[in-house]
């Protein structure tokens, strides 16, 4: 079936739930995990770059590495193949990294957790994963995660 499948991370609730379900997916079918953390740049704040320091890019690394080692644990404790892919200086949104990582690796399917936003907030934060489903050389599972 799927032997390459894609993995978006971030440390949060909803990416969890997509990392299980790729796994449950990969089981005992040969499947590969590529783990993919792409560290935000900060778009919150953009303008006030100023206060950004070493330290909190530091901390974002930090963050990101330690998200991206505990789910390739995870993944290998499955008996399932993983590597991982670190961007840490992304170019525009999480969801262009994704896709392009999807392309370069030629993914067979990608797995991610969604929010599931509506209405406003949907419009205030964008949604990644929409993004993704627009653009994605390959067919794209979402899952959300329980409330």
Do not use: C
Request: net charge positive; glycine share 10%; charged share 25%.
């Amino acid at each position: 079936m799927y032997k390459r499948i894609l993995v978006p991370i971030d440390g949060s609730r909803t990416a969890a739930a997509g990392l299980r379900e790729a796994i449950r997916l990969a089981s005992g079918g040969g499947a590969t995990i590529r783990l993919l953390h792409v560290m935000d740049p900060l778009p919150a704040i953009q303008g006030m770059e100023a206060i950004i320091t070493d330290q909190l890019i530091e901390n974002m690394e930090g963050f990101g590495e330690k998200v991206l080692k505990n789910a390739k644990a995870l993944v290998r404790r499955s008996g399932i193949g993983a590597d991982a892919v670190f961007q840490k200086r992304a170019l525009g949104r999480a969801s262009d990294e994704i896709v392009r990582q999807a392309r370069k690796w030629r993914a067979d399917i990608i797995v991610m957790g969604t929010h599931g936003r509506r209405g406003v907030s949907r419009i205030l934060l964008g949604s990644d994963a929409e993004a993704v489903v627009r653009q994605s050389p390959a067919p794209v599972l979402l899952v959300r995660s329980g409330r």
